[in-house]
Structure formats: C-alpha cells, structure tokens
C-alpha cells in the first residue's frame, strides 16, 4: 500500500520551476523564540529540566543555519525577493496574540512586541529593505497581509525554509498552496522536534503545487532561472 493511495487516482503532480522577478525567500521564524537554545523554547527546557529532550531539534536547527546562509547569499545575488517571518505580538503585553497562544504558551514564552525572542538570528539577520512580516498565528497567511504583500511584489513562486516544519511552516506552506503559489520546501532548511516529524511532514508537502526539493537541488535550479534581472 502507498504512503498516500490517493496518488493513484490523481495525475502526477506538475513540474514548475523559479523565475527571476517572480520568486521570493521566505524564512520562517529563524528567531530567539525557537530557534536558539539559550531565549525562548530553549530557556523553557532548561528551566523544566528538559534540555535533552529538546536537543535533538536545537541540533537540526544548528544544521540547517548554514544552509539558510546559503540560500540567503544566492537569493541575494539573483534578484530573488528575501522576506523574513517572525511570531511577535503587536503590543508590549501581548493582548493581541490569538487565544490558541495563551492557552497554549506561559505568559513568559509569548513573543512581546521589541523583545529579544522576536528577534531574527543575528547570524540569519535580515539585511536593510528587507521585509520582516510578523504574525501572531502559525500561519502566516492567517494573521498578516502577506498575501497582499507578495501580489504587490509580483512573488509567484515561494522558497520555504525555517522552523517547525511540522507546524509553522507547513500551515504557512499548505495556505501558500491553496492560494495559487508555487512552493518550494528546502526539506534540510527546516527542523522539527522528531525525525519523524520532519519525514511526515515532507511527505504531505510534496504534493501539487508542493516541492521538496534539497538545499543544492535549489541553488542548482535559482542558478538557471529564466527572467528579468530587475522586475518592473
């Protein structure tokens, strides 16, 4: 039996590729929330005593920085748009966060407007002009205007990477879909808490006008995009 029998009613999926002026990085939430063991998760862990249990995801998302690097120096250099997710709330006290967090998260972990946790990386930091959206949702697409954002931007074609691929980055990936975009998931640019995880969730977004693709398979293919150098 396949891991997905509807596969055999369905033709198979479309093969689409990135092109220049019509392609944006996103990064999601590559932040001190949950992506460094010392701010955020990572501090939570260690306070409850669960720092190894909680090493094996600081550990794949160690692994993936330098792949996102990667993807970030090409991008950059082939006109491809770089946009930047992050969880941070509106407001200093967090009123404005959904109730699914408050419910779900101490009061310490919801990501305040200004602080430290809502913060990209410093080694991922977002060069000046480059656009920082930030959500109070999973989704991106649920609690942002970034779907008017990228029309504006002309984005077709979308380049994920970034945390939890089970969660974040899937919910952001599957509502990108279903909106119309092309998406690339860089399946080792994204971490989660299992290699389980991580291997389920790759396999429900490969699928339609879903691609996981690998970090050099992406750069291979950003390499040959075919369009304008400057989209105007």
């Given at each position: 039996m396949?891991?997905?029998?509807?596969?055999?009613?369905?033709?198979?999926?479309?093969?689409?590729?990135?092109?220049?002026?019509k392609t944006a990085l996103m990064v999601i939430d590559m932040q001190y929330f949950d992506a460094h063991p010392d701010w955020g998760i990572g501090r939570l862990a260690k306070e409850k005593g669960?720092?190894?249990?909680?090493?094996?995801?600081?550990?794949?998302?160690?692994?993936?920085?330098?792949?996102i690097q990667?993807?970030?120096?090409?991008?950059r250099q082939d006109s491809v748009e770089v946009i930047f997710v992050r969880i941070q709330a509106?407001?200093?006290?967090?009123?404005?966060?959904?109730?699914?967090?408050?419910?779900?998260?101490?009061r310490q972990l919801l990501t305040a407007k200004d602080s430290k946790e809502a913060q990209i990386l410093d080694e991922l930091r977002p060069r000046e002009d480059e656009i920082v959206i930030s959500k109070t949702s999973s989704?991106?697409?649920?609690?942002?205007?970034?779907?008017?954002?990228?029309?504006?931007?002309?984005?077709?074609?979308?380049i994920v990477v970034g945390v939890a691929t089970h969660a974040c980055v899937e919910l952001s990936v599957r509502d990108a879909s279903d909106r119309g975009y092309k998406v690339f998931v860089i399946g080792d640019a994204t971490a989660t808490f299992s290699e389980t995880m991580q291997r389920d969730a790759l396999q429900r977004m490969n699928t339609g006008?879903?691609?996981?693709?690998?970090?050099?398979?992406?750069?291979?293919?950003?390499?040959?995009?075919?369009?304008?150098?400057v989209r105007v």
């Open positions: 396949p891991d997905n029998p509807l596969n055999l009613l369905l033709p198979p999926s479309p093969e689409f590729f990135p092109r220049r002026g669960l720092e190894k249990e909680a090493a094996y995801f600081f550990g794949q998302v160690a692994g993936i920085v330098p792949r990667q993807l970030l120096s090409t991008c509106l407001t200093h006290d967090c009123r404005d966060m959904s109730p699914s967090s408050w419910a779900r998260w101490p989704s991106v697409f649920n609690s942002t205007a970034i779907d008017q954002v990228l029309r504006n931007l002309g984005v077709e074609c979308l006008l879903m691609k996981v693709k690998s970090t050099q398979e992406m750069l291979g293919l950003i390499s040959h995009m075919a369009g304008d150098k």
